[in-house]
């Protein structure tokens, strides 16, 4: 595994654990790009406002123009006014990475509380939180508001992120081409918060959440479920990034967690190994859960 881990592009961040023992780790501290990983913090947020009441699975949310983002997902094509409710977005956002339900749902719990859920779980920056609209649009819409959020405190940001937030998207997704994550325009963590994020969603103990997580392993039929009979995955891309992430549980009840994350300047040559990168991760599942990281 450390000769194909050393043959990946980029700069390469893992961390691979099996209960309490670090198996192998690689930067699992620095900080890295993620891509749409960082839903799982919107999911940790959701699934807060939810234990304390101030949030409900079966609660409605209703599509505005504003909400609309680029794909993936499916949400940003139906018509204004359609109706969804909280776990069908959040079902939506993390098995098939729709970012629209995603900005809607940070639009109803606001983005400090995501900040905060991030904090929780480890996590350092990010503030305040973009949405995948206001990633896109600082990313490659007008080079004035990139320009503006690089020059801005963090009210600031705010401030400018609320106004994009509040506007129709003006972002065409054939124009997502060029690496930004370089420029300090993505969402960061590093691998170990990213396991523990995946670790306290699994801690809720909330049957939906653990459906959610699941829907989407990301595997397919690349792993033999009965050594891991519980498999939860969110995966992330951006140009130059490449992210993906599994928390599952053993027939013994042991928690495995691999994370890997890529990031470089050639997006091409990091969008080539997505199949590499995912049948490590089934490799590593494998490995950590049959053998306790024997390799």
Same mark, same amino acid.
């Given at each position: 595994?450390?000769?194909?881990? /050393?043959?990946?592009?980029? *700069?390469?961040?893992?961390?691979?654990?099996?209960?309490?023992?670090?198996?192998?780790?690689?930067?699992?501290?620095?900080?890295?790009?993620?891509?749409?990983?960082?839903?799982?913090?919107?999911?940790?947020?959701?699934? *807060?406002?939810?234990?304390?009441?101030?949030?409900?699975?079966?609660?409605?949310?209703?599509?505005?123009?504003?909400?609309?983002?680029?794909? @993936?997902?499916?949400?940003?094509? !139906?018509?204004?006014?359609? *109706?969804?409710?909280?776990?069908?977005?959040?079902?939506?956002?993390?098995?098939? @990475?729709?970012?629209?339900?995603?900005?809607?749902?940070?639009?109803?719990?606001?983005? *400090?509380?995501?900040? +905060?859920?991030?904090?929780?779980?480890?996590?350092?920056?990010?503030?305040?939180?973009?949405?995948?609209?206001?990633?896109?649009?600082?990313?490659?819409?007008?080079?004035?508001? +990139?320009?503006?959020?690089?020059?801005?405190?963090?009210?600031?940001?705010?401030?400018?992120?609320?106004?994009?937030?509040?506007?129709?998207?003006?972002?065409?997704?054939?124009?997502?081409?060029?690496?930004?994550?370089?420029?300090?325009?993505?969402?960061?963590?590093?691998?170990?918060?990213?396991?523990?994020?995946?670790? +306290?969603?699994?801690?809720?103990? /909330?049957?939906?959440?653990?459906?959610?997580?699941?829907?989407?392993?990301?595997?397919?039929?690349?792993?033999?479920?009965?050594?891991?009979?519980?498999?939860?995955?969110?995966?992330? @891309?951006?140009?130059?990034?490449?992210?993906?992430?599994?928390?599952?549980?053993? +027939?013994?009840?042991?928690?495995?967690?691999?994370?890997?994350?890529?990031?470089?300047? /050639?997006?091409?040559?990091?969008?080539?190994?997505?199949? !590499?990168?995912?049948?490590?991760?089934?490799?590593?599942?494998?490995?950590?859960?049959?053998?306790?990281?024997?390799?």
């Amino acid at each position: 595994m450390a000769d194909r881990l /050393d043959q990946l592009p980029g *700069e390469v961040g893992v961390l691979i654990t099996r209960g309490d023992e670090e198996l192998v780790e690689r930067r699992a501290e620095d900080a890295a790009p993620l891509g749409s990983v960082f839903k799982l913090f919107v999911l940790l947020a959701t699934t *807060e406002a939810v234990r304390s009441s101030e949030l409900a699975w079966d609660e409605t949310l209703v599509l505005t123009d504003p909400d609309r983002s680029l794909p @993936s997902g499916r949400l940003q094509d !139906e018509p204004t006014g359609s *109706e969804i409710s909280v776990r069908e977005a959040a079902q939506e956002m993390i098995a098939i @990475s729709d970012n629209t339900a995603t900005d809607l749902l940070i639009r109803r719990l606001g983005r *400090e509380r995501v900040e +905060a859920a991030f904090a929780s779980v480890g996590g350092a920056g990010n503030a305040p939180w973009l949405t995948t609209k206001g990633f896109f649009t600082l990313g490659w819409g007008d080079a004035a508001l +990139a320009t503006q959020w690089r020059d801005a405190d963090e009210a600031g940001r705010r401030r400018l992120l609320d106004g994009i937030d509040d506007a129709p998207l003006s972002v065409d997704a054939a124009s997502v081409t060029n690496p930004v994550w370089n420029t300090g325009i993505d969402w960061f963590a590093s691998p170990a918060t990213v396991a523990a994020v995946h670790e +306290a969603l699994l801690d809720t103990n /909330d049957d939906t959440v653990r459906a959610i997580l699941s829907k989407n392993t990301g595997l397919g039929a690349d792993l033999d479920r009965t050594i891991l009979p519980y498999l939860g995955f969110k995966g992330g @891309s951006a140009p130059g990034v490449l992210a993906a992430s599994w928390s599952g549980e053993t +027939a013994k009840g042991e928690r495995v967690t691999v994370v890997i994350q890529l990031r470089g300047d /050639d997006p091409a040559a990091i969008a080539g190994v997505q199949r !590499e990168v995912f049948g490590l991760g089934a490799d590593a599942l494998r490995l950590a859960a049959e053998n306790g990281g024997q390799r």
